[in-house]
């Protein structure tokens, strides 16, 4: 219980004589993750291990016990799969992949954030909090971080907030990281009672304690006048805008005469730099480099400002993922004015909290969804089968929908997915689609090219899928079966008739077992291929993957983790044969030593040799 960790840590003469008590406590439970290492018919890897106290810091290494993300590093935004982000300039420097919402037990000022980090650290970028009206306040946002091969206990400084919250949200950036991150544990440090006494102002910190404060500054941070909002002189901010920040974004489109030239005819002529003298075409063509926050803030300098910037052109494509945090229903319906010709929508990680609900989304895809091209909800709690039939019967150009982790959505609503027949792009990541809905869906898809199935725990019968694939989409570019333990080798042989594959994930695929002869025909059908993932497969030999070298000349990635029966002189074969090779993971293969992993990555400088602990 809490109670037997509450701590007093020490002592604050406030006016009344009481003391600070701090409380510490570990995650409860976890109630929203966007991707697990592990599957959800097992611990090993998964958001689960986070719970509780430390059960393997301060030791360093790979544990099963630990929470693991899906990704890592460079690989997966080089791969044929890979998706663009929707209106990128509306991306912040700090880039997230991932996140998991922990819920402690209770509710206390947050005072200090410490997340136990045991594998490859450094990849936490945000923490949120959860107040009492369900709106999320920014902890602590920050790069991620270099960190040595060494456990870590990752405590920034945090910001302090007027409100308890038990619900925290960490987002992580492991872009830059050379293996898979882990966490152990996560401990909430906080108070029952505000940490800044509204007499005094006396703020403990982590040096103890911030002496006590004047009157005068008191008086100033109680009436909180110390806050000064920025003053901006607009229209001098977008004339050096134009001048300096414009021609670098505009670089290398063959755009930038064009638009620039415009600008300096319209000065010389009269002789000012005033925005307002130039026509209207130039001022949308400049807002289209605009984020949709910025877009928002000019929409309220001017009447034509608002014009032009809440105007349709501009709204092709929305991305509010990056916007998690506020999109409500009320920001739904405020935007769809704008989304007439809508074509690209990224929705992902919104609508907690019943900030947006079913029927928010099906009214927007009523009114907006007639033009859509790409729909993402990853993680959209929101997404149910009401939502899924409204996309059918609204959106029938969709070439891209991502689902990931939408677990309200069952078998009616997958069914009338199949009505759809202009699919491309279909992730169904940690969904529980079924057999029969999803052989619906491949059959009225003819274009499909990429398809993620990882983890989806409920199709009975993979072999079928893959044999489905190869009968109805031949157009096929990339498929995950990660994790999805019914595929055999049945299956894998099936996917030689999809000859314009150029990645394939069979990792953990524990069902194939020994490949037989499925390897080379998916070798010999399939040349190519560009991207390999084989983690875990433990059986496989040096001789069921030698077809592959010698059928598939444009591998770049190869991932044999955990191979037990893989030796050095296939690996030293991918190296000299496959002269596009950039990543070769050979982690946790027992008959591979790390002098042979040293000596490769001197003689092949440009392949990244991947071994575990580096």
Known sequence: MVDDDKLLLFDVSNSDDTDIVFIEQFVQSVIGFSSQYGSDVSISYTAYNIIGKPSKFPDYGDFPQAFVMRTYG?????????????????????????????????????FRVSVYETYNPGSVVRIWAADHENHWRLLWEGEPQKVDHTPMIFSPVIETINSPTRLLRLEFDHSHLEYYTELDAVLLVGTKEPIVNAETHQVPSHDLIVPPVGKLTSQILQHNIHNIPPQIDIP????????????????????????????NKVTLSTGAESFDILPDETVLKIFGYLSLLSLCRCAQVSRRFHDLATDSQLYTELNLKVYWYCVTATALRSVSKQCLYLQKLDLS?????????????????????????????????????????????????????????????????????????????????????????????????????????????????????????????????????????????????????????????????????????????????????????????????????EPFIEHCPALEQVDLMGGHSITSDICVKFLTRCNKLRLLDVSFCDQVQDSEVAYWRMVFPHVFVQCGYG
């Open 74 to 110: 460079k690989w997966w935004n080089e791969a044929p799969s890979r998706t663009l982000p929707f209106m990128p300039q509306s991306l912040g420097k700090i880039i997230s992949q991932d996140f998991i919402d922990l819920l402690f037990e209770e509710a206390v000022y947050p």
């Open 236 to 263: 001098n901010s977008i004339v050096n805008f134009l001048e300096e920040e414009l021609p670098q974004l505009l670089k290398g489109t063959g755009e930038v005469g064009q638009v620039l030239s415009t600008f």
């Open 349 to 545: 990680w919104c609508g907690d909290f019943n900030h947006i609900i079913s029927e928010d989304f099906i009214d927007f895809i009523e009114e907006c969804g007639g033009h859509l091209t790409h729909l993402r909800l990853n993680c959209c709690k929101f997404a149910d089968n009401y939502c899924a039939m409204k996309v059918a019967e609204k959106c029938k150009n969709l070439k891209e929908l991502c689902l990931r982790s939408c677990h309200n959505i069952t078998e009616l609503g997958f069914q009338s997915l199949a009505s759809l027949k202009n699919l491309q792009y279909l992730d169904l990541y940690r969904t529980f689609i079924d057999l029969g809905p999803l052989k619906a869906i491949l059959k009225s898809s003819p274009q499909l090219k990429h398809i993620n199935m990882g983890s989806c725990g409920h199709i009975s019968n993979m072999d079928d899928v893959a044999q489905t694939l190869a009968a109805y989409n031949k157009e096929l570019v990339s498929v995950d079966f990660w994790k999805t333990y019914s595929l055999t080798p049945v299956g894998v042989k099936a996917l030689h008739k999809c000859q314009k594959l150029e990645e394939v994930d069979l990792g953990w695929c524990g069902g194939v077992g020994a490949p037989g002869d499925s390897f080379r025909s998916l070798a010999t059908g399939c040349p190519c291929l560009r991207k390999l993932f084989l983690a875990a497969l433990r059986s496989i030999t040096d001789r069921d993957l």
